[in-house]
């Protein structure tokens, strides 16, 4: 599966000094085993950037929304951290990531010459230089249309009979080669049936499971 990356803006930074300074709200790093998607399984590390206006009300990370309550960290520092851990792949997710600026975020994280992940809803604009974007995007505030060009794999939650509608809509505007994953809403089990028996009625769906979750971990 061919990557898909971010076209690239002029930079306003001059320097690798002045991107390495730059910083953003940070909810938690830590370096794990990717529990979900077309990566399932691989080491990774992740990032999760604090900020987020979507509100999905079964929201597993409401820590994350307002970006006022986490410290900011410099990409340096992240860029550090990463170089300690030595993971295959690098994962930024959110709270909603593309609520900011992610061009020098990614520059600097390029140096460590990993694959980097984006997790998003695509609510915002999109900003930075990905390697593989994961758009997870919510009724609540539905994608902006640029961002169905560069996803490399789709997952849609389902808490109720009516979110596969919303999964098929945003199916639509996508490649049909793009895999498309059905994820349970980890509050409510009896999603879990409803996804099944739907995928054997719609085989191009793949069950979506948060495995870290059922392992207990990160
Ligand atoms: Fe929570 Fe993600 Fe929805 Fe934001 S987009 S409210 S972080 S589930």
């Known amino acids: 599966m061919a990557l898909r990356t971010v076209p690239r803006p002029l930079l306003d930074f001059a320097d690798s000094l002045e991107i390495a300074s730059f910083t953003y ?20 590390f992740f ?18 929304w307002n970006p006022k309550r986490h410290p900011q960290v410099s990409v340096g520092q992240l860029r550090d951290q990463v170089q300690v851990a030595q993971p295959k792949i690098i994962v930024i997710t959110g709270g909603e990531p593309l609520m900011h600026d992610l061009y020098p975020l990614t520059t ?18 999109l900003s930075g230089h990905f390697d593989w974007l994961t758009l997870s995007p919510k009724p609540f505030k539905a994608p902006l249309p640029e961002i169905y060009d560069h996803v ?4 849609v939650v389902i808490d109720q009979a009516t979110d596969f509608q919303w999964a098929e809509t945003q199916a ?46 990160r």
């Open 25 to 44: 709200p940070v909810v938690e790093t830590f370096h794990s085993i990717q529990g979900e998607g077309f990566w399932f399984g691989t080491a990774a």
């Open 172 to 217: 639509q505007k996508i490649a049909a080669e793009i895999p498309q994953y059905l994820q349970p809403q980890w509050e409510n089990p009896a999603s879990q049936s409803l996804i099944f028996d739907y995928i054997l009625a719609h085989p191009e769906w793949r069950l979506g499971l948060q495995t870290h979750k059922f392992l207990g971990v």
């Open 47 to 64: 990032i999760r950037l604090a900020g987020c206006d979507v509100g999905c009300p079964w929201c597993d990370t409401k820590i994350s």
């Open 108 to 125: 600097g994280l390029k140096e460590t010459g990993l694959p980097l992940h984006l997790e998003t809803s695509g609510a915002h604009p």
């Open 152 to 155: 490399s794999e789709l997952k």
